[in-house]
């Protein structure tokens, strides 16, 4: 198993303002993903997080607006660019060892924008 | 859309009845798995069940998988206060390397 530490776990953010979220895993992952959640609503993937390369992006989502970091194994950045109202939301880091595996997550980071 | 579709949305019952909790799927996939998330907090794997494979058990879940349907259920026996939380189906997708989530059911197990 892998224990998942992002932070922060919450914030609250003026709009147009960027924050970077960090992921840290505390043993090797061979895939690290970012998933949005909407309170109350289920996970959308955002990116799949590519170790020493450009993250894979979902429809939907761009790297201006949410560019991904991988330098490692075991740790991952999501940042949250240019942040409107409609970017609150928690921001979930995972990691799993190999395809169709079981996921472990992070608590989430809640974000809130005004 | 990503999300598969889940039903009901929302379950209400009483301690010691089952819950029984359903999703379909768009996609062929590889493997059907269960999460479980408490308010507020990250999700937890429940149990996974391969696209080869019709039901599966784990304690108190039983997990059933029809690929025909594309569809899967989840049944929680002797349901406790505890269990009241969201659970998620999440399909992994065949050639694939992502993981798609339903939409969810809200249990909320009454004492």
């Known amino acids: 198993s892998a224990v998942i530490s992002q932070k922060p776990s919450r914030d609250i953010c003026q709009r147009g303002t960027s924050l970077t979220i960090q992921c840290q895993v505390d043993?090797?992952?061979?895939?690290m993903f970012w998933y949005r959640q909407q309170p109350g609503q289920s996970l959308t993937l955002i990116a799949t997080a590519n170790q020493g390369s450009e993250a894979t992006y979902e429809s939907g989502f761009v790297i201006d607006k949410f560019p991904i970091s991988r330098p490692n194994l075991t740790f991952s950045t999501l940042t949250v660019s240019n942040m409107s109202p409609e970017d609150s939301s928690i921001y979930l880091c995972?990691?799993?060892?190999?395809?169709?595996?079981?996921?472990?997550f992070g608590e989430g980071s809640r974000l809130t924008v005004l | 859309s990503q999300q598969g579709e889940e039903d009901p949305q929302a379950l209400s019952i009483q301690e010691g009845e089952n819950a029984t909790m359903n999703c379909s799927y768009k996609t062929s996939i590889n493997n059907l798995q269960w999460y479980r998330q408490n308010s507020g907090r990250g999700l937890v794997h429940l149990i996974l069940?391969?696209?080869?494979?019709r039901e599966k058990h784990s304690g108190r879940l039983r997990v059933t998988l029809d690929t025909s349907k594309k569809s899967s259920s989840l049944l929680i026996t002797a349901s406790r206060a505890a269990d009241t939380a969201s659970y998620f189906c999440?399909?992994?997708?065949?050639?694939?390397?992502?993981?798609?989530f339903g939409a969810g059911t809200r249990l909320f197990v009454k004492a």
């Open positions: 995972s990691g799993g060892t190999g395809p169709g595996g079981e996921l472990f």
């Open positions: 043993s090797q992952v061979t895939m």
């Open positions: 999440a399909a992994d997708q065949a050639g694939g390397f992502k993981t798609i």
């Open positions: 069940i391969r696209s080869n494979e």
